[in-house]
């Protein structure tokens, strides 16, 4: 399992996909994107309850099964309310919610076993990537006070800083991405607005 950060920066990066500038730019969608990328992890709230937090780690909110519902959960929802874009809803929804799934697949949970049933029901195989990009982490799921003192122990850190540096850099290329991106979509609209003024001044002179 990774941490909130990494989760939080692929939540973020899927809703940056969205084609429509309007909801790029909106801060409500984008704090939302953020909790669904960490969505899955609501498993830890049952655990606490029961006084084991990894009593349910990694099991059915973590396989591309519970993404697709949640993608067409979302997509029911926007076309309920009579939106007229509910299938990006419901993609970028899923892949917020998946980019948890992938995230996951970067990251060696040391309790064991490594990874997660994706493909849950139809197979129980664990699977992970084979390349670890965030690092190895051993969160204490027995009790609650050994999940308090594990996130605190420096393995746990170590592994925060690296998100932190990770999610940076990918924050920056996103933003020298969209910088470029901005300015193509302004200069088109610059390009409209002449090839509308020349057309409307060519009918007055017709006229």
Do not use: K
């Amino acid at each position: 399992m990774a941490l909130p950060i990494a989760h939080a920066t692929a939540g973020y990066l899927a809703h940056r996909l969205d084609p429509r500038r309007e909801q790029r730019e909106s801060w409500r969608r984008a704090v939302a994107f953020l909790l669904i990328g960490n969505l899955p992890d609501v498993d830890f709230l049952f655990g606490f309850v029961t006084g084991e937090p990894g009593a349910f780690h990694r099991g059915v909110t973590h396989t591309v099964l519970a993404a697709l519902v949640f993608a067409v959960a979302a997509g029911t929802v926007a076309w309920w309310r009579r939106l007229d874009a509910w299938w990006p809803a419901a993609a970028l929804c899923g892949a917020a919610y998946g980019s948890h799934l992938l995230v996951d697949a970067f990251t060696i949970d040391q309790r064991g076993p490594a990874g997660a049933r994706f493909f849950w029901p139809l197979s129980d195989a664990y699977y992970i990537s084979p390349v670890t990009i965030f690092g190895e982490i051993l969160i204490d799921g027995g009790s609650r006070a050994g999940f308090v003192r594990s996130i605190l122990q420096w393995p746990t850190v170590w592994v925060l800083l690296r998100e932190v540096a990770i999610a940076s850099v990918a924050l920056g290329a996103l933003r020298l991405f969209e910088t470029a991106r901005r300015t193509r979509e302004d200069l088109d609209a610059t390009s409209d607005d002449a090839r509308i003024v020349a057309d409307v001044a060519g009918e007055e002179d017709l006229a």
